[in-house]
Protein backbone atom coordinates (compact mmCIF):
# COMPACT_ATOMS: atom_id res chain seq x y z
CA UNK A 1 0.00 0.00 0.00
CA UNK A 2 1.63 3.56 -1.11
CA UNK A 3 2.51 5.79 1.84
CA UNK A 4 2.77 9.70 1.94
CA UNK A 5 6.40 10.82 1.15
CA UNK A 6 6.07 12.24 4.81
CA UNK A 7 6.44 8.76 6.37
CA UNK A 8 10.10 7.33 6.85
CA UNK A 9 11.01 4.20 5.35
CA UNK A 10 13.96 1.88 6.58
CA UNK A 11 17.12 2.01 4.44
CA UNK A 12 17.26 -0.63 3.61
CA UNK A 13 14.19 -1.46 2.33
CA UNK A 14 14.27 -2.07 -1.46
CA UNK A 15 11.30 -1.47 -4.15
CA UNK A 16 9.24 -4.51 -5.35
CA UNK A 17 9.38 -5.41 -9.42
CA UNK A 18 7.92 -8.13 -10.73
CA UNK A 19 9.23 -11.53 -11.17
CA UNK A 20 8.24 -14.43 -12.98
CA UNK A 21 6.41 -17.63 -10.67
CA UNK A 22 8.63 -20.38 -10.85
CA UNK A 23 8.58 -22.96 -14.06
CA UNK A 24 7.18 -25.97 -13.52
CA UNK A 25 8.96 -28.91 -13.71
CA UNK A 26 6.44 -31.43 -15.03
CA UNK A 27 4.06 -31.18 -17.98
CA UNK A 28 0.52 -30.59 -17.26
CA UNK A 29 -2.20 -33.17 -17.64
CA UNK A 30 -5.85 -32.88 -18.01
CA UNK A 31 -6.56 -35.38 -15.11
CA UNK A 32 -9.37 -33.72 -12.95
CA UNK A 33 -12.50 -35.15 -12.66
CA UNK A 34 -14.70 -33.21 -15.01
CA UNK A 35 -12.09 -32.97 -17.96
CA UNK A 36 -14.14 -34.62 -20.75
CA UNK A 37 -11.45 -37.02 -22.23
CA UNK A 38 -11.19 -37.16 -25.84
CA UNK A 39 -14.12 -34.84 -28.25
CA UNK A 40 -17.13 -33.44 -26.79
CA UNK A 41 -19.57 -36.07 -26.35
CA UNK A 42 -22.88 -36.04 -28.69
CA UNK A 43 -26.15 -37.32 -28.36
CA UNK A 44 -29.82 -37.03 -27.30
CA UNK A 45 -30.30 -34.05 -24.86
CA UNK A 46 -26.48 -33.32 -24.51
CA UNK A 47 -27.03 -29.96 -26.37
CA UNK A 48 -24.78 -28.35 -28.99
CA UNK A 49 -21.73 -26.56 -27.03
CA UNK A 50 -20.57 -23.29 -28.43
CA UNK A 51 -18.89 -19.78 -27.19
CA UNK A 52 -20.58 -17.21 -25.40
CA UNK A 53 -24.24 -19.03 -25.14
CA UNK A 54 -24.98 -16.61 -22.52
CA UNK A 55 -24.82 -13.68 -24.71
CA UNK A 56 -28.33 -15.01 -26.06
CA UNK A 57 -30.20 -14.12 -22.86
CA UNK A 58 -29.04 -10.16 -23.27
CA UNK A 59 -29.68 -10.41 -26.46
CA UNK A 60 -33.21 -12.10 -26.40
CA UNK A 61 -34.06 -9.35 -23.60
CA UNK A 62 -34.38 -7.27 -26.69
CA UNK A 63 -37.50 -8.84 -27.88
CA UNK A 64 -39.65 -8.68 -24.35
CA UNK A 65 -41.36 -5.62 -25.60
CA UNK A 66 -42.17 -6.50 -28.96
CA UNK A 67 -43.50 -10.25 -27.88
CA UNK A 68 -47.09 -10.98 -28.80
CA UNK A 69 -48.54 -13.63 -25.89
CA UNK A 70 -51.56 -14.77 -25.29
CA UNK A 71 -53.05 -15.03 -22.05
CA UNK A 72 -51.28 -17.78 -19.59
CA UNK A 73 -47.94 -17.15 -21.87
CA UNK A 74 -45.04 -16.05 -19.94
CA UNK A 75 -42.44 -13.44 -21.40
CA UNK A 76 -40.08 -15.18 -19.56
CA UNK A 77 -40.75 -18.57 -20.66
CA UNK A 78 -40.87 -17.47 -24.48
CA UNK A 79 -37.54 -16.23 -24.16
CA UNK A 80 -36.16 -19.25 -22.34
CA UNK A 81 -37.24 -22.00 -24.96
CA UNK A 82 -36.34 -19.40 -27.83
CA UNK A 83 -33.13 -18.68 -26.55
CA UNK A 84 -32.37 -22.51 -26.79
CA UNK A 85 -32.82 -22.42 -30.14
CA UNK A 86 -30.79 -19.37 -30.56
CA UNK A 87 -28.32 -21.35 -29.10
CA UNK A 88 -27.88 -24.18 -30.80
CA UNK A 89 -28.55 -22.05 -34.23
CA UNK A 90 -24.95 -20.78 -33.13
CA UNK A 91 -23.57 -23.16 -32.10
CA UNK A 92 -23.87 -25.23 -35.54
CA UNK A 93 -21.95 -22.09 -37.25
CA UNK A 94 -19.03 -22.48 -34.22
CA UNK A 95 -19.73 -18.86 -33.06
CA UNK A 96 -21.28 -17.16 -30.42
CA UNK A 97 -25.10 -15.88 -30.60
CA UNK A 98 -26.30 -13.07 -32.96
CA UNK A 99 -29.94 -11.30 -32.93
CA UNK A 100 -30.66 -13.32 -35.91
CA UNK A 101 -30.41 -16.25 -33.98
CA UNK A 102 -33.35 -15.18 -32.05
CA UNK A 103 -35.13 -13.72 -34.57
CA UNK A 104 -35.12 -17.04 -35.87
CA UNK A 105 -36.18 -18.75 -32.27
CA UNK A 106 -39.12 -16.41 -32.07
CA UNK A 107 -40.20 -16.04 -35.71
CA UNK A 108 -40.85 -19.92 -35.53
CA UNK A 109 -42.78 -20.10 -32.79
CA UNK A 110 -45.07 -17.11 -34.05
CA UNK A 111 -43.94 -14.68 -30.62
CA UNK A 112 -43.38 -11.33 -33.42
CA UNK A 113 -46.91 -11.31 -34.44
CA UNK A 114 -49.74 -13.06 -34.40
CA UNK A 115 -50.03 -16.38 -34.56
CA UNK A 116 -53.00 -18.81 -35.47
CA UNK A 117 -54.99 -20.43 -32.27
CA UNK A 118 -53.47 -24.12 -33.13
CA UNK A 119 -49.45 -22.63 -32.91
CA UNK A 120 -50.39 -20.31 -29.79
CA UNK A 121 -52.29 -23.87 -27.70
CA UNK A 122 -49.63 -25.94 -28.74
CA UNK A 123 -47.01 -23.31 -27.58
CA UNK A 124 -48.46 -22.53 -24.98
CA UNK A 125 -48.01 -26.34 -23.52
CA UNK A 126 -44.65 -26.55 -24.93
CA UNK A 127 -43.43 -23.16 -23.18
CA UNK A 128 -45.25 -23.50 -19.90
CA UNK A 129 -42.87 -22.89 -16.99
CA UNK A 130 -39.14 -23.57 -19.33
CA UNK A 131 -37.61 -20.31 -17.85
CA UNK A 132 -37.40 -23.18 -14.79
CA UNK A 133 -34.23 -24.14 -14.10
CA UNK A 134 -35.94 -27.36 -13.59
CA UNK A 135 -37.38 -27.73 -16.90
CA UNK A 136 -34.12 -28.34 -19.05
CA UNK A 137 -35.71 -31.16 -20.56
CA UNK A 138 -38.05 -29.26 -21.99
CA UNK A 139 -36.40 -26.87 -23.11
CA UNK A 140 -34.30 -29.03 -24.97
CA UNK A 141 -37.13 -30.44 -26.67
CA UNK A 142 -38.40 -27.45 -28.32
CA UNK A 143 -34.63 -27.06 -29.56
CA UNK A 144 -34.00 -29.88 -30.81
CA UNK A 145 -37.50 -30.33 -32.93
CA UNK A 146 -36.16 -27.54 -35.16
CA UNK A 147 -34.46 -29.49 -37.83
CA UNK A 148 -30.27 -28.33 -38.88
CA UNK A 149 -31.62 -27.56 -42.34
CA UNK A 150 -34.09 -25.13 -41.21
CA UNK A 151 -31.54 -23.64 -38.12
CA UNK A 152 -28.78 -23.31 -41.39
CA UNK A 153 -31.23 -21.08 -43.23
CA UNK A 154 -30.77 -16.85 -43.50
CA UNK A 155 -33.33 -15.59 -40.91
CA UNK A 156 -34.60 -13.70 -43.64
CA UNK A 157 -35.80 -17.30 -45.72
CA UNK A 158 -37.02 -18.46 -42.55
CA UNK A 159 -39.70 -15.47 -42.29
CA UNK A 160 -40.58 -16.58 -45.56
CA UNK A 161 -41.45 -19.92 -44.65
CA UNK A 162 -43.59 -18.83 -41.70
CA UNK A 163 -45.28 -16.29 -43.63
CA UNK A 164 -46.06 -18.69 -46.05
CA UNK A 165 -47.37 -21.19 -43.09
CA UNK A 166 -47.06 -20.26 -40.13
CA UNK A 167 -48.15 -23.52 -38.12
CA UNK A 168 -44.83 -24.83 -39.72
CA UNK A 169 -42.63 -25.68 -36.34
CA UNK A 170 -46.07 -28.07 -35.65
CA UNK A 171 -44.94 -30.55 -38.60
CA UNK A 172 -41.60 -30.61 -37.08
CA UNK A 173 -43.18 -31.97 -33.56
CA UNK A 174 -44.48 -35.55 -34.52
CA UNK A 175 -41.36 -36.17 -35.93
CA UNK A 176 -38.35 -37.68 -34.00
CA UNK A 177 -35.53 -35.40 -32.31
CA UNK A 178 -32.81 -35.10 -34.36
Not at 36 to 64: H, M, N, S, T
Not at 97 to 103: A, S
Not at 170 to 178: D, F
Amino acid sequence: MAAPDYVPKPADDQPRVYTSPPRRPESWYADRPAEIDGLQPEGPRLGVPGPDQGYAIKLARQFEDRLVLVPGESADDAVAGCVAIATRRAALFGRAPMIHDLTVAFTLWGFLSEAPAELTSVRKARFAAVASPHHYEERREIADAVPDEVLRMPHGKVAELVEADPTLVLSWLAEPAH
